[in-house]
């Protein structure tokens, strides 16, 4: 093999849908035993190249090869058995199907008499999460899996092919910490076997710190390829969004007003959830909630939407007590909650931009006929405020990239005008310009005198936008770190939040 010899090259590669150019000489250089890192804004065409080389997509034009050789996978089938497998930025599970059944989906074991070797496929999934140190009983049905462990079984199920070639196409968006740290442990093995990664990720920090080469790419095209230890984030920034980008948050202008809401002594019903929490969310306020994975911050803000039932404490809003008992009460009580999971939960694929954007709007668009230019109205100013990469508003969201139906579904809230907006890892999977919006569209919200919840895991951007923070640990308010006195000016305010994130813990 020659010394610059790829173990997988693309070149010239060419995709065109319907009203967009997906891919327009789009390049890619995997060397072996390398970590490549893809990146781009949403909809710059990661997910598509990828899909075009594992025979999911057709390319229009362009090469590629391996060792060489010019390859053309027909079919994801074709390509796992020339040694290239792919985990997908969605979770293709058979919910109702155990975990050992989805991992050998349509390459079932067979006995002599042709009937399914169970014994033999429970051995093997158990041979490859103790090689691979998954806690994961294959006989358990994947759909009763949190979904971080649903997608270390999709990893698993990638890495069981032995692939030469391994493409993840944004794993960690909904891995723990240590899930993290395990992934990475992984795929420094595969590495060390001479094993190919392309990795496709938003998260800058893990970028920098597990690839080995970055390719980013703007407008479905090749912009650059560089050594990840000659990049840093503000050079990968400025190479994405094409222009210098100086401030990653918003200028504040919010005024602290009333109380808004008042929780007193909140729990929850059910375990997991939260406990006695105590805290007052005033108008024009940005409240951050933080604290480590588990910390049941996602359940104290489905909790106070109705979503799970409360088990004891009061809420006041405006001074009168509420009850939002069910998610409809909460809406018609000016709630709105943009959930961590919704990709899963909130899309109607096969209907369009518009029908996605305006669903939670419906009753402001009159009866018996709905007010079309309205929603037009609408829909257009969710594509423009939040920059929804799309051909029209008539596109079927399912075809648009998996960042630009998340911004479709933030939208949808955020049309909707509430009171009490509450958001669960609002910037998950989205762009660093599109994270800039968001903030803006947040700090928007609160400067009309809103109130705004927000949990993160990302520490900057929680001391960005926010006025205050909750810092949630192990169910319980472990405290309420606040802007400009124990953040803000002062350094280690990073310190003082991870300090409470572990107080109960
Ligand atoms: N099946 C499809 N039909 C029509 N258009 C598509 C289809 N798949 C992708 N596109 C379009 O191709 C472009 C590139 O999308 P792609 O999914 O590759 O982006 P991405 O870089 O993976 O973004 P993200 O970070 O949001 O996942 C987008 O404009 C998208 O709308
Ligand atoms: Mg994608």
Request: a negative charge; aromatic letters at 6%; hydrophobic letters at 40%.
């Amino acid at each position: 093999m020659s010394e610059n010899q790829y173990l997988l090259e693309m070149l010239d590669i060419e995709k065109t849908f319907p009203g967009v150019k997906a891919l327009d000489h789009a390049k890619l250089q995997l060397r072996s035993g390398t970590v490549h890192a893809l990146m781009g804004e949403n909809g710059a065409g990661k997910s598509t190249l990828m899909k075009c080389l594992f025979g999911i997509y057709t390319r229009d034009s362009g090469t590629i090869t391996m060792d060489g050789k010019p390859v053309t996978f027909t079919s994801p089938r074709d390509a796992l058995d020339n040694g290239v497998a792919m985990v997908h930025q969605e979770l293709n599970q058979v919910l109702r199907r155990n975990v050992m059944e989805n991992m050998w989906l349509g390459r079932f074991p067979t006995t002599k008499i042709g009937t399914v070797d169970t014994r033999k496929m429970y051995a093997d999934t158990k041979a490859v999460f103790e090689k691979l140190e998954i806690d994961v009983d294959p006989k358990q049905i994947i759909g009763e899996l949190s979904v971080s462990k649903r997608q270390m079984v999709e990893i698993a199920k990638a890495v069981s092919y032995d692939a030469r070639i391994l493409v993840l196409d944004e794993p960690t968006s909904s891995l723990t910490e240590d899930e993290v740290e395990h992934l990475f442990r992984i795929m420094n093995r595969l590495t060390a076997e001479g094993v190919g990664i392309i990795y496709i990720s938003h998260k800058m920090d893990e970028i920098l710190r597990i690839s080995d080469d970055v390719t980013i790419m703007r407008d479905g095209q090749w912009i650059a390829t560089k050594s990840a230890a000659e990049l840093t984030k503000e050079e990968i920034i400025r190479l994405m969004v094409g222009r210098e980008m100086t401030n990653q948050f918003p200028p504040k202008n919010n005024e602290i007003g009333e109380v808004l809401l008042d929780v007193k002594d909140f729990s929850g019903m059910y375990e997991p959830t939260c406990h006695h929490v105590n805290f007052q969310l005033h108008r024009g306020e940005v409240l951050g909630v933080a604290g480590l994975v588990g910390s049941r911050r996602t359940e104290l803000l489905n909790t106070l939407f109705g979503y799970f039932t409360k088990g004891g404490g009061s809420v006041e809003m405006n001074g009168k007590p509420i009850n939002n008992v069910t998610t409809d009460e909460a809406r018609k009580n000016g709630f709105a909650l943009i959930t961590e999971e919704r990709r899963a939960t909130g899309i109607f694929g096969e209907n369009t931009i518009t029908f996605n954007a305006t669903i939670a709007n419906v009753d402001t668009y009159g009866k018996p006929l709905l007010n079309g230019k309205k929603m037009d109205k609408d829909t257009d100013w969710v594509i423009d405020s939040i920059k929804v990469k799309t051909p029209s508003k008539k596109t079927h969201i399912k075809s648009l990239s998996g960042g630009n139906q998340q911004k479709v579904i933030i939208g949808r809230w955020l049309l909707t005008q509430p009171d009490v907006l509450l958001l669960d890892e609002p910037t998950r999977g989205i762009d660093v310009g599109a994270k800039y919006e968001i903030y803006q569209l947040i700090l928007n919200l609160a400067e009309q005198g809103k109130g705004v919840m927000m949990v993160s895991s990302e520490m900057p951007e929680l001391l960005g936008i926010c006025d205050r923070i909750l810092v949630m640990s192990n169910g319980q308010l472990a405290g309420i770190v606040e802007r400009g006195k124990d953040f803000g000016d002062i350094p280690g305010e990073q310190e003082t939040i991870m300090a409470l994130a572990a107080k109960y813990v």
